[in-house]
């Protein structure tokens, strides 16, 4: 069974600083696919970026990029000039493209502050 | 495009009793997922519709909850026997019949069983 790990229940930031969140993974796959969704306060998940196993180049979405590492089963979340708007749940997600089934596995999320 | 919809957004229910909740998908998205989230944690996969097909459920998934989605559109979600351990936020989630194609997901129905 895959599973992910989100080992830093919160975090802190400035507005406009860079930020890490960090994000690992278990799986026995070679295909599959990661993901970052936010969840603000009492609103619902919404994708902020996701990634193809099979690529090499990380994902890039404006300020947000990813630091995919395959070998060491870590994708890590880089959000960039951090605003207020981006206070929210961050959620580290797996989805397995083998055997038909696509659902999401979750890490337990971490919450992000961006403080004025 | 006017979203993943879900009704009611809140629900209080007494122990034992049954409850249903729906969930409108985006009109488009032939695939729709049932999950469960309670306080810190991550969302859990419940069920997963391809059209009104049932093609996976979790073993979170006991024999008192039932799902449908019987037109392969609007889904529901019935628990029947209600225990306060169900107390949690349920969320539906919808996407297209293709891979890596994105979970779209709605505001949540919370239910809290006093």
């Known amino acids: 069974a895959q599973t992910v790990t989100q080992s830093q229940p919160e975090m802190s930031v400035q507005e406009a600083e860079t930020v890490t969140l960090s994000c690992t993974y278990d799986?026995?796959?070679?295909?599959?696919?990661l993901f970052w969704y936010k969840q603000p306060p009492s609103r619902q998940m919404i994708l902020v970026i996701r990634q193809e196993a099979y690529k090499q180049q990380n994902a890039t979405e404006n300020r947000f990029s990813v630091n995919f590492q395959k070998a060491a089963k870590s994708f890590s979340l880089k959000i960039s000039d951090s605003q207020l708007g981006d206070t929210a749940m961050y959620f580290c997600?797996?989805?397995?493209?083998?055997?038909?089934?696509?659902?999401?596995?979750f890490g337990k999320g971490m919450k992000l502050t961006v403080n004025p | 495009d006017t979203g993943v919809s879900q009704d009611p957004r809140h629900k209080i229910t007494k122990r034992g009793q049954n409850v249903t909740f729906r969930c409108d998908p985006i009109?488009?998205?032939?695939?729709l997922y049932w999950y469960r989230q309670t306080l810190g944690q991550g969302p859990e996969f419940l069920t997963y519709?391809?059209?009104?097909?049932?093609?996976?459920k979790s073993r979170l998934l006991s024999d008192r909850f039932s799902a449908e989605r019987p037109k392969g559109s609007f889904s529901t979600l019935e628990i029947q026997r209600t225990e306060q351990g169900d107390s949690a936020m349920y969320l539906c989630?919808?996407?297209?019949?293709?891979?890596?194609?994105?979970?779209?997901f709605g505001n949540g129905t919370r239910l809290t069983v006093t």
């Open positions: 519709f391809q059209n009104e097909a049932q093609l996976e």
């Open positions: 009109s488009e998205h032939n695939r």
């Open positions: 997600a797996f989805m397995n493209t083998q055997g038909g089934s696509e659902k999401l596995v």
């Open positions: 989630a919808s996407s297209q019949a293709a891979n890596n194609s994105p979970l779209h």
């Open positions: 799986t026995s796959e070679n295909n599959y696919y």
